[in-house]
């Protein structure tokens, strides 16, 4: 079996960071919170178990819970709902469209400790277009003012508001600041903007991810539309370079599927932007492990938290037998943390990244 450290999640520290940022980057005229990173929303990806191990990764970046519907939150397991530990400063995103029960959740939410509410108007999916939530919702900004001005009465955290460019033939740069305009009369001012449309009928949820063209100039316009207003970046980031290539242009950068898929560019994404040093794999992973142990002793299922483990080792040798490894065994129903440590002892792949960063040094 493969050595392992043991860490303490609630004990697991980094160094302070050094000043952040060179004076180039473009800031926001007011954040009352560090927008500058963040990880998107993702549904079936940025539970409580995800963002634990992405802020193991880092500390600065802002982390955002899956879309949570109104109904769900409301009238489903509110406590394990809203549960989260060791991931702030964390926003939850909603899914709705009726002011009174955005603001109902708005307060849950607050109560649970978050420090941000966040109304979705640009998932395309099928389910959300059902319920007339989501990207739908673009096609109502008056109604997405008045639920924003519900929420914002509601509670003392910062509603902010997650966005497409577009829908469907309505993509031009008039329709999108029509958009904007009435919810910032309302008060709003941040707005997160995947730079693409939202195609409705026709292309998959991933096929909307990758296939509308990105125009970042419809951000940029608006920053200058709206200069009282912070605005986030999203879409098509999935490298660091292109990170450090658009910073200088924009209040804040979010990223989605890149990290997920590779959490250790997060990683090297933190060190760029704020000075934080590397952290070591092995006693990240020995500190997500100590977390796994604890989840499972109350009760939560090995495959919750090891699916977020898939991509760790990405990039090393011994990669692709570990994830075969965990996703085999993950999902029996008597799997414990011996399928992390069996996985690790069957890849040899911890062994391998030691290797390799001895070589670094």
Known sequence: MARMLHYRPSTFNHESPPEPMSEHQTMAP???????????????????????????????????SEM????????????RILAHGIDEPAAFQLGG???????ACARLIEQAGYREVNLNCGC?????????IGACLMAEPDLVAECYRAMAEAVNLPVTIKCRIGIDDRDDYGFFTGFLT??????????????RKAVLQGLSPR??????PLVYDYVRRAMADFPDTTFVLNGGIKTAEEVRCLQPGFHGLMLGRAPYANPWLLAEIE?????TPMPDPELILAAYRDYMTEQIASGTAVKYMAKHLLGYFTGHRGARAFRRYLSSHMFAADAGIEVLDDALAESGVLDHCRAAMAVAR
């Open 97 to 103: 469209s009726n002011p009174e029960d955005l603001a």
């Open 124 to 132: 395309p999916s099928d389910r959300v277009q059902v319920g007339g």
């Open 207 to 212: 096929e909307n991810r990758e296939i509308p």
């Open 271 to 275: 060190q760029q932007c704020f000075g």
């Open 68 to 79: 949570i519907a109104t109904g769900a939150l409301l009238h489903g397991d509110t406590e």
């Open 182 to 195: 009435p919810i910032h009369q309302a008060g709003c001012r941040v707005f997160i903007v995947h730079a």
């Open 30 to 64: 007011s954040l009352a919170l560090d927008r500058r990173l963040s990880v998107a929303p993702m549904m079936g990806c940025t539970d409580r178990h995800c963002r634990v191990l992405l802020r193991l990764l880092s500390p600065h970046a802002l982390l955002y």
